[in-house]
């Protein structure tokens, strides 16, 4: 499923990051989708995950993701650790990437939820470390 188009060109390096990620979890990748202020491009969509979704849920995704974005100032302010990049949520049944690029424009990258386990991550062994997977 994709969007009617965007109105603006797609930054290459969210169609470069899209690449990098499917081509190293593979399987493993359920969607890359890129927004900017209510435009949206799925960039890869498994067809198992995008027939769970209507366009509406997609919306309101992308919205709540552009909601996100514009926090990126605050957040910033309350951790002194400089630009933030990404922010990651991992839920029982996936993984959420979000790469913030601007105010109401990003990336955002879904997984299985094994991806990071699978991929013997950092963050996949804490997570397993924590009891917190399957």
Known sequence: MKSAGPTKPIPEEAKDLATFVEKRVESHLRSVV?????????LYGRADVLSRYSTT??????????????EKPLKEQLYTHGSLNCTIQCY??????????????????????????????????????AALSN
């Open 34 to 42: 890129w927004y900017d202020k209510g435009d949206f491009e799925v």
């Open 57 to 70: 849920e997609i919306e309101e995704v992308i919205d709540e993701l552009a909601l996100e974005s514009r």
């Open 92 to 129: 029982e049944n996936g993984i959420e990437m979000h790469f913030v690029i601007g105010e109401g424009e990003g990336v955002a990258i879904g997984l299985d939820a094994d991806a990071f386990v699978a991929h013997e991550t950092f963050l996949g062994t804490c997570i397993q470390k």
